[in-house]
């Protein structure tokens, strides 16, 4: 039986006792959370983010089949124009009453070097869809976030990344790119040509063009051994150091209310292919949403029942092609803030996280993910010139998230940390000028490129300008 | 499995699909009959109503930024692949 599916059953066992007497208070609790209406007065259907707590009625949605095509609608479209990706930014990044753009038909890959190992990739690109592409010309992204819904766009937009020592976020491997300007120019950059705009907008917010296709520096296709395994997370922070060290990609999964931690371990292998079989995940977080609704004002006997389902259930060991296991299906809902913290910082920061979470919202069931990234040198990166080790805290989509801000900003920004720029955070201009270095000089290249801020929403105004 | 008319399939693939053609994402997969019944069973105005809204896994719109609602009905019909009324 797989680590999963024996908590399942376990609890499924404690429910069957347990859940008479909470009916009421939990229909209630898990009703879907009221959204805006499908239109506006003006008819305009609506636009949602996936989580559903960004939303727009945009005047006009264009899908530009090609680089003439939307270089002849940059000139005209409605402002702001705000690009999108697969909607899963939960700060407000594309909320327009302009124009929609999404390059979902400037997909695929365009060509590739095998000597070099390079890829040259259209930015609409998914990356669920560029994996098996890249697979198919013996490539591959040794490194992959969370989720493979983004496109390559948006995932440079706002710094996307995996975890591992060694390996920089996505934008890290572009060794070039193509932008489309509002003047209706398609321009090259690297760092040979527009060093600067390469330099500025390699993570952009769709801010200063849009960007049309990238060339990634890609590695040999190789096929991995992912691991999860079930540890105490005292043990974990201590050894975090070491896995680091031991493993080609590393993260884990700290659960509040239970001293247990998931820990992921991806490794290069030669052994036979052991496919990674259903998806369990989102299993095991209901069992945990299950644990707190019957015991979450109890936290001893939610510890207790939790440490009894988990410990000495077996670690689950799968094999195959990496972007079939580095990537995972997440249909769970839910809102995430994740900060970038000096690598020094990061595992106090989660001891004071767990912490705070278990002493104030017993209603977080949520695991709280901890990666490390590799520093890179675009300007607006997260990890410009520092290696970052990042904490995600996540609150289930039908639960109350403003603790995020009250309870959990604080600690982030007090250890130095800089937000995802997709994930939740109420920083501005002024703070964004204090965390990076070169700030101003993106600033500069921004405005030179889109003086009127027709690319810039009202949050992007706040966030890149301030006033 | 792919809807034949060129736009619809170019919607499909890149919304619909990456969770209704994907095994394990919680969806009903696209031509899946006996997953569709329960979900055909509610009403073509029940399921346009929660593609537009989101409705638990799916996200508002079912993540389609170009698609209008006869779209929605449209793609609904291809991945249930039964009548619908």
């Known amino acids: ?467 | 499995m792919t809807p034949s008319d060129p736009k619809l399939a170019e919607l499909y693939t890149h919304a619909c699909k990456a969770c209704h053609g994907v095994a394990g994402s919680g969806a009903p997969l696209t031509g899946d009959k006996a997953a569709w019944a329960p979900r055909v069973a509610k009403g073509l105005i029940a399921l346009k109503t929660s593609v537009a809204a989101g409705y638990k896994g799916m996200p508002a719109g079912g993540q389609c930024f170009t698609c209008t609602p006869a779209d929605h009905e449209a793609l609904i019909r291809f991945m249930a692949d039964q009548p619908v009324s």
């Not at chain 1, 009421?24 to 959204?35: A, N, Q």
């Open chain 1, 1 to 467: 039986m797989t680590t999963r599916r024996a908590l399942l059953t376990g609890t499924a066992l404690l429910v069957g006792g347990s859940a008479a007497g909470a009916v009421g208070y939990r229909l209630w609790r898990d009703r879907e959370p009221e959204g805006p209406p499908a239109t506006d007065g003006a008819g305009r259907l609506v636009w949602r983010n996936w989580s559903g707590i960004q939303s727009s009625y945009p005047q006009a949605r264009a899908a530009p089949a090609n680089e003439d095509e939307l270089a002849s609608l940059l000139k005209t479209a409605q402002g702001p124009i705000r690009p999108v990706g697969a909607g899963h930014s939960f700060q407000p990044l594309v909320p327009t009453s302009g124009t929609l753009l999404t390059l979902d038909r400037m997909s695929g890959v365009l060509d590739h070097d095998p000597e070099a190992v390079t890829a040259q990739v259209r930015a609409g690109t998914r990356l669920g869809e560029l994996g098996p592409a890249l697979a198919r010309i013996g490539q591959e992204m040794r490194n992959l976030p969370d989720i493979n819904k983004q496109s390559i766009g948006g995932a440079l937009g706002t710094g996307t990344h995996g975890t591992g020592l060694g390996f920089k976020a996505i934008h890290g491997e572009v060794q070039s790119f193509r932008i489309a300007t509002l003047g209706g120019d398609i321009l090259d950059c690297s760092a040979d040509h527009h060093p600067e705009i390469f330099h500025a907008a390699r993570v952009n917010l769709g801010a200063f063009g849009v960007i049309t296709e990238v060339t990634l520096k890609n590695a040999p296709l190789t096929t991995v051994q992912k691991r999860v395994e079930l540890r105490d997370v005292s043990d974990v922070c201590d050894d975090w150091p070491e896995l680091k060290k031991n493993h080609r990609n590393v993260e884990f999964y700290a659960i509040p209310f239970t001293g247990k931690a998931a820990v992921i371990t991806v490794d290069e292998t030669s052994r036979p292919v052991k496919p990674r079989g259903a998806d369990e995940d989102s299993s095991t977080l209901m069992t945990l949403k299950t644990l707190r609704d019957l015991f979450g004002y109890a936290p001893d006997v939610r510890r207790f029942v939790a440490r009894k389902l988990m410990d000495a259930l077996p670690a689950e060991d799968m094999v195959d092609e990496g972007w079939k296991l580095l990537s995972n299906e997440r249909p769970v809902r839910f809102n995430e803030m994740e900060f970038h913290l000096p690598v020094e910082a990061q595992i106090p920061a989660l001891k004071e996280v767990v912490a705070t979470i278990e002493a104030n919202r017993p209603d977080v069931f949520f695991p709280i993910e901890v990666r490390h990234i590799e520093a890179d040198d675009a300007w607006l990166s997260p990890f410009y010139q520092r290696a970052s080790g990042s904490v995600a805290v996540h609150a289930y989509y039908k639960d109350e998230y403003q603790f995020l801000f009250t309870l959990i900003e604080p600690i982030f920004r007090r250890h130095g940390g800089r937000p995802h720029w997709g994930k939740l955070n109420s920083l501005t201009a002024a703070d964004f000028r204090a965390l990076y270095p070169r700030f101003d000089d993106a600033m500069a290249v921004r405005a030179a490129l889109d003086p009127g801020g027709k690319f810039l929403n009202p949050y992007l105004k706040k966030a890149l300008i301030g006033g």
